[in-house]
């Protein structure tokens, strides 16, 4: 990019599964950027990554994102890293470098070549460095033990040099912004957004139109749980007990389980892409040799080394989205020796992340304690993030606040949209975070 000086304000919300990006020149209302070619979806662009060998590439190894990396993948998988939702790891210590062929990447390396990716296929639209960029964040990150300095250090990185300014805002203020727009009359607004890997939750007040200040945020809470949690439990229901978990391998004169963290990484999104390794691959092998059922860990060591993590995404993704519209959905898998069909009621989806959703509605008390608001005081619901179309999810809402309080669209959107509107501000430090 080179220096300019359109003043180009950008919103980002870069997301664990998807990528939206709002553009404002001066004078201008913030319009979303659109992405045309293979399997892309207009407005959004895929967070992920593909990696492959290439001679004419300097250092040999080519990398494109979005919906280009998965066209890619689905050209050549076994020749091909496909890596997704590497947003997840934003905040964990314990990720270091991902091991893509014979190269490692640092969080921030993933980042830059997903930014790079997706201003290349912007039609020009990014050419010029942005005079100030406001990214989205989620209210807590994902991972068991999320380190908050880490993830903006990670970021910091990242971003450095995408634009002369770069400010961070909650996720749910980003989609509080934009929804205010809409509104005629003062409001208490709790916002709820659902992404890949978080559940996040802002309560905003809003004043009249034609207030010096329209919003003014009251009180955030987030959770490390959202789709791909969903995701995970499907995996762990369905395909887990196809490779071995619950098994025993022997070990000296003794039986002992499998243990539970390849089934762990294998289920999340993020990690499994990173199993094919030699180290890991390695260890499966000797693990099947001692295994009472090999075949069933030969199961797992197939569907990793054939890059099947996109197709099982993919499958578990249709089931997901079947579910929330019909009360039974089939769930069909096959690839690498590996078959699994299975015919799974909304009944069947809601007893498994049960104890997922009780979380997330007990994240909304906290929200609602912050601002020290109570359930009477919210006059609107706004829910956003794909998530949020899950019934059990939303019955969480529509049970406290009633149907009426309950606004929703622009589900991938409108984050992106509120950050570019943010990022036109004077002043962003109510904002930022």
Not at 137 to 152: F, K, M, N, Q, T
Not at 263 to 273: H, N
Request: hydrophobic share 45%; proline share 4%; charged share 25%.
């Amino acid at each position: 990019m080179t220096i300019s000086d359109s003043g180009l304000v950008v919103g980002l919300d870069f997301g664990t599964t998807n990528s939206v990006v709002a553009l404002a020149a001066p004078g201008e209302a913030p319009r979303l950027l659109s992405f045309a070619g293979p399997l892309a979806s207009e407005e959004v662009f895929r967070s992920a990554l593909c990696f492959w060998h290439d001679d004419d590439v300097k250092g040999g190894l080519a990398v494109e994102a979005g919906p280009w990396a998965i066209a890619e993948y689905l050209e050549y998988p076994q020749d091909s890293r496909f890596l997704q939702s590497f947003k997840s790891v934003a905040a964990s210590a314990s990720f270091e470098t991902a091991s893509v062929f014979d190269k490692r990447y640092r969080f921030e390396e993933l980042g830059r070549r997903f930014l790079a990716g997706l201003a290349s296929h912007a039609g020009g639209a990014l050419a010029t460095r942005p005079r100030r960029l406001v990214v989205g964040r989620p209210v807590e990150y994902a991972g068991s033990r999320p380190d908050e300095a880490l993830a903006r250090q990670r970021y910091d990185a990242m971003f450095s040099g995408f634009a002369d300014e770069v400010h961070y805002v909650y996720e749910p203020l980003g989609a509080a912004y934009g929804y205010a727009a809409q509104l005629d009359r003062a409001a208490t607004l709790l916002v709820a957004d659902f992404g890949g890997g978080t559940s996040d939750f802002s309560v905003v007040r809003v004043a009249e139109p034609g207030a010096g200040r329209r919003c003014v945020p009251l009180g955030h809470a987030g959770i490390g749980i959202a789709g791909d949690r969903f995701d995970y439990r499907i995996v762990d229901q369905l395909v887990l007990p196809m490779l071995g978990k619950g098994g025993l391998y022997r070990s000296m004169d003794k039986e002992l389980e499998i243990p539970r963290s390849y089934f762990a990484d294998f289920a999340d999104w993020s990690r499994l892409a990173l199993m094919r390794n030699r180290r890991t691959m390695d260890e499966l092998r000797r693990l099947q040799r001692n295994a009472l059922d090999p075949a069933a860990i030969g199961r797992m060591i197939a569907v990793i080394e054939h890059e099947l993590g996109y197709p099982l995404y993919d499958a578990v993704g249709r089931l997901k989205r079947a579910l929330s519209a019909d009360e039974t959905a089939h769930f069909h898998f096959a690839g690498a020796g590996l078959e699994i069909e299975a015919d799974v009621t909304r009944a069947d989806f809601e007893g498994w992340i049960a104890d997922d959703v009780a979380r997330i509605e007990a994240t909304v008390d906290r929200a609602l304690a912050a601002a020290a608001t109570s359930e009477a005081e919210i006059d609107r619901v706004f829910l956003t993030g794909g998530t949020s179309l899950t019934p059990a999810v939303r019955r969480i809402f529509t049970r406290r606040f009633g149907e009426a309080a309950i606004m929703s669209g622009g589900e991938l959107t409108s984050i992106a949209h509120g950050l570019g509107l943010i990022a036109q501000e004077d002043d962003l430090a109510p904002w930022t975070a």
